[in-house]
């Protein structure tokens, strides 16, 4: 049995077959048409959702499945009363694969307590566990993410890609620039990582990209300077995350964050920097005129709903290859 926590944790064969079985299920929906009829889908919500719950939910019914919903609200697990292990075996014995949201809110903001609880869930569960974003990891939007780059430019090897903070009112968690880290990195990618100085990435998944690109020839490099890490991009990943000393603490964190609000707002001029067919990418939601202008968002180089539709597909094929067999 096999679980999808991290993309890091998929040896790069296997990660290259979800990418094939995912552009055939975009070529040919009807192929796989109740492939999975008769199974179930546990959607386990802490937090909420829009394209990960859809996407998925769709993508279950689609393959015949039979997928449920369930949040915080409607159980009492962990924090609460029931154990992770209790929870965890009983919903095994209902469901064919359970898939879990929870984000560092619900476990207030203990550094990685989130990814450990998926972790946990893996441990007792009989079925496989299928990650919906902790405070660590977004699996399924890095398969998305390497997915549409492949799409769009065909080979990811020596494309360059930027992967940009960039303000936004509050601190967010870790999880899509540490996943869209590791995925290019994997994927042979030049990765500028542009970011104001206090807003430096975990060091050790730092140090798991740069072991990443040793196996796959693409190269790191680090930047403060916005202007001169967009210059002649393929691939613009714009998002924003917290200052690692604040874990947790907002109120002193914005103060650190408010002197970036203009100059890490991202505007068409940064755009014009980079190579002329480059693409934007961003995972949404996304505040406009805050994080992006609306020129941006809607502009020739956003691919930002094209990337969203692609959530289908590669959710189809995560519950796919692990449930078929």
Not at 110 to 138: C, M, T, W
Not at 164 to 170: D, G, I, L, N, Q
Request: glycine share 4%.
């Amino acid at each position: 049995m096999k679980h999808f926590i991290s993309t890091q944790e998929w040896k790069k064969e296997e990660l290259d077959k979800l990418l094939d079985l995912t552009a055939e299920m975009k070529k040919d929906p009807e192929e796989y048409n109740n492939s999975l009829l008769g199974k179930s889908l546990c959607m386990f919500f802490y937090n909420p959702s829009t394209r990960t719950r859809n996407s998925t939910e769709v993508a279950a019914y689609q393959l015949g499945m039979h997928p449920a919903f369930n949040s915080i609200k409607d159980a009492w697990i962990g924090y609460q009363s029931e154990s992770i292990k209790d929870t965890s075996i009983v919903l095994s014995k209902y469901y064919d694969a359970i898939g879990i949201r929870i984000f560092p809110v619900s476990v207030k903001w203990k550094y990685k307590e989130g990814h450990r609880i998926l972790n946990e869930f893996a441990r007792y569960s009989e079925v496989p566990i299928i990650n919906f974003e902790d405070d660590q990891f977004h699996p399924l939007q890095a398969l998305t993410d390497i997915f549409t780059i492949r799409e769009k430019k065909i080979h990811t090897e020596g494309k360059k890609i930027v992967i940009s903070w960039c303000y936004h009112p509050k601190p967010l968690p870790f999880s899509v620039p540490n996943s869209i880290l590791l995925m290019s990195s994997r994927y042979g990618m030049d990765i500028t990582l542009t970011h104001p100085k206090e807003y430096r990435l975990d060091d050790e998944i730092i140090s798991v990209a740069e072991n990443n690109i040793t196996q796959s020839g693409g190269t790191l490099s680090f930047s403060h300077d916005i202007d001169e890490a967009y210059q002649d991009a393929d691939v613009v990943y714009i998002k924003s995350w917290g200052a690692r000393p604040y874990y947790g603490d907002a109120k002193n964190e914005k103060q650190l964050r408010i002197p970036y609000r203009e100059s890490w707002r991202i505007k068409a001029n940064h755009l014009e920097k980079t190579e002329k067919d480059s693409v934007l990418m961003h995972c949404l939601p996304i505040r406009r005129n805050v994080v992006a202008d609306d020129e941006v968002i809607d502009g020739k180089h956003s691919i930002v709903y094209k990337q969203a539709e692609n959530r289908l597909y590669t959710a189809k094929a995560v519950l796919y290859n692990l449930l078929k067999n």
